[in-house]
């Protein structure tokens, strides 16, 4: 493929920080990369369990408009060094988004009317650490949080993306029109899709938004969005032709997880009670949720890592 020529010249202008001497195999810890050619960043975590030569799977996680790296990775707690996917240490790359001048806005994805840069970044930096790292390429994932998260559903939507990461974890995404959130959702494959939002969200809202309620033009009602989800996947209706309904259990006071039996792939869903625009977690590190952003459970252990765990590419 075309950009494969391109990384050649990328990864020798890979810039690496932090670097630490190991006696064998490349360095672990936080490692920051930068795309000279792009002038784009993101940010490394490489356990210190990681092992060379063994296959490890790879999580790719996209912060919130405005958010940076460092912080995605405080908020997601992603590089707990006790976390596993199907019982392996994992690497994880914290991507940042670039600056758009004309809205005056800092590290933002594509998918919102926004943003006009490529999603060729996502491909550059799975190339460049997969030539350094042994990563398990049938066990790389996505997820996100808000203008992240819906770029983590443009990924699931995207002939090409979709082909790249076994599955996808949007959590309060920002689903705008440009991330095929109404039309044009065309994975190259049935993609697993695992989706968390609190119904106290109003930045971007449990029950959507019409065109007139936010300059960024509407966003489905999420209810909705996870339908044609469970459409896509073929998830089984009671009869031909019925929305296929979910099965729902209460999983931590207020928390309602609904799953749904699909054939193609696995549709699940978390709806959270009494939580605002954040990351789920007891500490209520993400801070976007104020002043609800409290949960009384951690998404990211363990219910991010089993959901991840449980999908590969064929
Ligand atoms: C993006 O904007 C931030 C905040 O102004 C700045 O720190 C950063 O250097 C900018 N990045 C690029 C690539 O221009
Ligand atoms: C979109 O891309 C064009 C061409 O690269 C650039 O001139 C323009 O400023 C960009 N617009 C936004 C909103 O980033
Ligand atoms: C851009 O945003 C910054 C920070 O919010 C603000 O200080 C500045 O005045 C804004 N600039 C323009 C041109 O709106
Ligand atoms: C949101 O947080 C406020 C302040 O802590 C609290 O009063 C309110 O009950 C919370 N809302 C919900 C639905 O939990
Ligand atoms: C959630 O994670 C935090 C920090 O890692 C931990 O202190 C807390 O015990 C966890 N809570 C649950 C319910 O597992």
């Given at each position: 493929?075309?950009?494969?020529?391109?990384?050649?010249?990328?990864?020798?202008?890979?810039?690496?920080?932090?670097?630490?001497?190991?006696?064998?195999?490349?360095?672990?810890?936080?490692?920051?990369?930068?795309?000279?050619?792009?002038?784009?960043?993101?940010?490394?975590?490489?356990?210190?369990?990681?092992?060379?030569?063994?296959?490890?799977?790879?999580?790719?996680?996209?912060?919130?408009?405005?958010?940076?790296?460092?912080?995605q990775?405080?908020?997601?707690?992603?590089?707990?060094?006790?976390?596993?996917?199907?019982?392996?240490?994992?690497?994880?790359?914290?991507?940042?988004?670039?600056?758009?001048?004309?809205?005056?806005?800092?590290?933002?994805?594509?998918?919102?009317?926004?943003?006009?840069?490529?999603?060729?970044?996502?491909?550059?930096?799975?190339?460049?650490?997969s030539?350094?790292?042994t990563?398990?390429?049938?066990?790389?994932?996505?997820?996100?949080?808000?203008?992240?998260?819906?770029?983590?559903?443009?990924?699931?939507?995207?002939?090409?993306?979709?082909?790249i990461?076994a599955?996808?974890?949007?959590?309060?995404?920002?689903?705008?029109?440009?991330?095929?959130?109404f039309?044009?959702?065309?994975?190259?494959?049935?993609?697993?899709?695992?989706?968390?939002?609190?119904?106290?969200?109003?930045?971007?809202?449990f029950h959507?938004?019409?065109?007139?309620?936010?300059?960024?033009?509407?966003?489905?009602?999420?209810?909705?969005?996870?339908?044609?989800?469970t459409d896509?996947?073929?998830?089984k209706?009671?009869?031909?032709?019925?929305?296929?309904?979910?099965?729902?259990e209460?999983?931590?006071?207020?928390?309602?997880?609904?799953t749904?039996?699909?054939?193609?792939a696995?549709?699940k869903?978390?709806?959270?009670?009494?939580?605002?625009?954040?990351?789920?977690?007891?500490?209520?590190?993400?801070?976007?949720?104020?002043?609800?952003?409290?949960?009384?459970?951690?998404?990211?252990?363990?219910?991010?890592?089993?959901?991840?765990?449980?999908h590969?590419?064929?």
């Open positions: 493929m075309l950009y494969s020529s391109i990384l050649l010249v990328a990864s020798a202008l890979a810039t690496v920080a932090s670097q630490q001497l190991v006696l064998s195999g490349p360095p672990t810890g936080n490692r920051a990369y930068s795309l000279e050619w792009s002038e784009r960043t993101f940010l490394l975590n490489v356990p210190q369990s990681y092992v060379h030569g063994e296959s490890h799977p790879l999580v790719f996680s996209f912060h919130g408009a405005g958010g940076y790296s460092e912080k990775q405080r908020i997601t707690e992603l590089s707990d060094p006790s976390l596993r996917i199907n019982g392996k240490p994992f690497l994880t790359i914290y991507a940042q988004g670039v600056n758009n001048s004309d809205w005056n806005m800092t590290h933002i994805w594509k998918g919102a009317p926004y943003e006009n840069k490529t999603i060729q970044y996502v491909f550059d930096a799975l190339e460049i650490v030539k350094t790292y990563v398990d390429r049938s066990r790389v994932y996505a997820c996100g949080k808000s203008n992240g998260g819906g770029f983590t559903a443009l990924l699931a939507c995207r002939p090409d993306t979709s082909a990461f599955a996808f974890a949007p959590v309060s995404p920002a689903l705008y029109q440009g991330t095929y959130a039309h044009n959702c065309t994975p190259s494959r049935p993609v697993p899709i695992f989706h968390i939002h609190g119904v106290e969200d109003v930045i971007t809202p959507g938004r019409t065109p007139e309620g936010g300059s960024f033009g509407p966003e489905p009602d999420v209810r909705l969005w996870r339908r044609q989800w896509m996947n073929g998830c209706g009671r009869y031909e032709g019925e929305w296929a309904e979910p099965k729902l209460e999983i931590h006071k207020g928390v309602w997880e609904e749904w039996d699909c054939p193609g696995e549709v869903a978390m709806t959270v009670e009494g939580l605002g625009h954040a990351w789920p977690s007891t500490l209520g590190l993400d801070l976007a949720g104020r002043p609800n952003q409290t949960a009384n459970f951690n998404l990211t252990n363990p219910y991010l890592v089993s959901f991840f765990s449980r590969s590419l064929p």
